[in-house]
């Protein structure tokens, strides 16, 4: 862990120093972002991107990029601090990471009926997580080229939570998982 600690009002103002941005020691998880479509869902993602010190999100299709009004206000300037990068879908994110990052697991998080409980995983880095659009999930091509597809329960009427919230668990639950080993 490092110990560059900001609070919310120090980060919306601060400006990224190069020499302490580079000392942030990241971890091999990197998030794709593919075509979710909400400014705040994605702004949302980099706060938690941050706070499990991920190397990069990966925004794919139609899912806006910073600078962005809406994704600065609900990243809190997170944008600045972490690495991020463009692509046209989540296929061409997953080929470039497995060409880039050696034995990298990737998954998606959906319901599918070849889904997996999200906590009956062992994880190891490198890893990456993909989430999908708010209504579509995560798209067929993304989830057939994912070495596994999580699913977390739901107990009550609602099949699904929201995108960030998910995303959420999952990231707590791999870094739970490998800062045990």
């Not at 609900?74 to 692509?87: G, H, L, R």
């Not at 999580?150 to 609602?158: A, F, H, T």
């Not at 995108?163 to 959420?168: D, H, K």
Request: with cysteine; charged share 25%; glycine share 4%.
């Amino acid at each position: 862990m490092n110990n560059l600690k900001l609070k919310a009002a120090e980060l919306r103002t601060t400006e990224v120093d190069p020499e302490v941005a580079q000392k942030i020691q990241r971890n091999p998880l990197y998030i794709i972002v593919d075509n979710v479509l909400d400014t705040y869902n994605i702004g949302a993602i980099f706060r938690l991107a941050d706070a499990v010190a991920a190397e990069k999100v990966i925004l794919c299709g139609g899912s806006e990029t910073p600078p962005h009004t809406r994704i600065k206000k609900a990243s809190i300037n997170t944008t600045e601090w972490v690495k991020w990068e463009y692509k046209e879908t989540a296929l061409e994110a997953i080929e470039d990471l497995r060409k880039k990052v050696d034995g990298i697991k990737i998954y998606s998080v959906e319901l599918d009926n070849r889904s997996v409980p999200y906590d009956s995983v062992q994880y190891t880095f490198p890893v990456a997580v993909i989430v999908g659009h708010e209504s579509d999930g995560v798209s067929e091509e993304a989830m057939k080229a994912s070495d596994g597809i999580l699913e977390l329960p739901m107990w009550g009427v609602n099949i699904s939570l929201n995108v960030m919230v998910s995303l959420g668990i999952v990231l707590y639950e791999v870094m739970k998982n490998l800062s045990k080993k």
